[in-house]
């Protein structure tokens, strides 16, 4: 079976991720331009910098623009929406919409990246890499251009929730088991870990600050 047959799957991490570029931008007060810049960036940024580094060119979204295309309808009609529409979306508290959303895409994108990783030949330590990458790139690039904390720094149970599910994808298709099934493990065991640490409000240990 070819590993490239699932990487529509993306689409889908990409339209969630623009979703949450789209939040933080109404979050922010930002006018069109910085929706559609911020949904753009949050949604191919990951698997920009894994095709980077795979040595995969154009990147994806340079060959079919069509992920870019979703990524401004998202944003467009996150704008659309109005203030008071996306603040009932995002619910009674704060954020919480966008971090389940992030929740997500942060497993799709952790999967499909690993899976592309494969496909490229690359050996099964660096697929967990990247597909780790692409999962956590695209939020690093819209907090920081939000002018915030990124969740990786923030002792959130982040990185390690897309590594896991990489970890399990990879493992899975090591030992034979179907492509599909591999994913659908690999994206249960990152969404779960990483939907528990929200929920339990888990976090991992910090070293002591001597600033």
């Not at 494969?118 to 939020?139: D, E, H, K, Q, R």
């Amino acid at each position: 079976m070819n590993l490239l047959q699932h990487i529509p799957f993306e689409a889908i991490g990409v339209a969630v991720f623009a979703l949450t570029g789209a939040l933080m931008a109404a979050r922010k007060g930002m006018d069109p331009f910085g929706f559609a810049l911020l949904a753009t960036l949050t949604g191919v940024g990951g698997g920009t910098v894994r095709d980077l580094l795979i040595g995969i060119r154009p990147v994806f979204w340079v060959g079919d623009p069509s992920d870019v295309l979703v990524c401004l309808i998202v944003a467009e009609t996150v704008f659309a929406l109005g203030p008071k529409r996306v603040a009932a979306l995002e619910g009674g508290r704060r954020g919480r919409v966008l971090l389940w959303a992030d929740a997500l895409g942060l497993a799709l994108f952790a999967i499909t990246g690993t899976v592309k990783a494969l496909a490229a030949g690359v050996p099964a330590l660096s697929a967990i890499a990247l597909g780790t990458i692409t999962a956590t790139f695209g939020g690093i690039i819209r907090d920081i251009f939000a002018g915030i904390t990124p969740l990786v720094l923030r002792q959130e149970i982040y990185v390690t929730a897309a590594a896991l599910g990489a970890a399990v994808a990879v493992t899975l298709q090591a030992i034979g088991l179907p492509l599909s099934l591999s994913m659908a493990a690999g994206f249960t065991a990152a969404f779960g870990l990483r939907a528990l640490a929200i929920l339990r409000g888990w976090s991992l240990p910090t070293f002591p600050s001597r600033g």
